[in-house]
């Protein structure tokens, strides 16, 4: 069980060209969700807490217009890239926290996003 | 700041030998802490947590420590193994259910 789903596994776009990952808890129902941003041979970075049906909670540093994060679900949160460059390449990660059991967090496998 | 470090990026051992990994942390308010398995491309693998007001748990083959006087936390994992190879992220929550990660240790077995 408790188990967390990224589409897609990775993505090549075009600088200028926005991307959209997909988080889904798939047997269990997260109020929260949480974005990472992981730099090769680097720790995990929180970008932000994702509340559904609410406003996303940014980092500092992390500028939310560029990073548009959807909650509409129980089980779903989108991280929309928008208008992408080389420097947004990355491993994303999202993680989903089991509704009513706080500090347990699920992570999902990981987006690999290159912009060219 | 405040921050979760690890003392060691790399580890080498023997399959067969136990392995200790270390990380410091720097708030006292932190009240839990969890060990975190990495491997290459895919996302963070729970591997056991550990709260405030325990000093040891253990798990399979793996056992956390927390000293909280010294605000140090260690994962030991016995006999391992060559799939043990990956990258072990400690992190502490903070409240609010934020985790922050450590630098990340890897542990590479040999033969």
């Known amino acids: 069980g408790a188990v967390v789903s990224q589409h897609p596994s990775w993505v090549i776009c075009k600088s200028g060209t926005s991307v959209k990952i997909e988080c889904r808890s798939l047997d269990f129902q997260a109020t929260t969700m949480f974005w990472y941003r992981q730099f090769p041979k680097q720790s995990l970075m929180l970008m932000a807490t994702s509340n559904e049906g609410s406003k996303a909670t940014y980092e500092q540093g992390v500028e939310k217009d560029k990073f548009l994060i959807n909650h509409a679900s129980l089980t779903l949160s989108t991280l929309t890239v928008t208008s992408a460059h080389p420097e947004d390449s990355s491993f994303y990660i999202c993680?989903?926290?089991?509704?009513?059991?706080?500090?347990?967090?699920?992570f999902g496998p990981g987006t690999r996003l290159t912009v060219l | 700041g405040e921050s979760v470090g690890l003392h060691l990026p790399t580890l080498s051992v023997q399959e067969g030998d136990n392995s200790i990994i270390n990380c410091a942390y720097s708030?006292?308010?932190?009240?839990?802490f969890i060990w975190y398995k990495q491997e290459s491309g895919k996302g963070p693998q729970f591997i056991i947590d550990?709260?405030?007001?325990?000093d040891k748990r253990q798990g399979q083959r793996v056992t956390v420590l927390l000293n909280k006087t010294v605000k140090h936390l260690s994962l030991q994992i016995a006999a391992t193994q060559p799939g043990d190879s990956a990258v072990y992220f400690c992190?502490?929550?903070?409240?609010?259910?934020?985790?922050?990660f450590g630098a990340g240790t890897r542990l590479a077995v040999h033969p």
């Open positions: 708030n006292s308010a932190s009240d839990y």
């Open positions: 550990i709260r405030s007001n325990m």
């Open positions: 993680s989903a926290e089991l509704s009513g059991a706080t500090d347990t967090q699920y």
């Open positions: 992190a502490e929550s903070r409240g609010y259910n934020k985790l922050i």
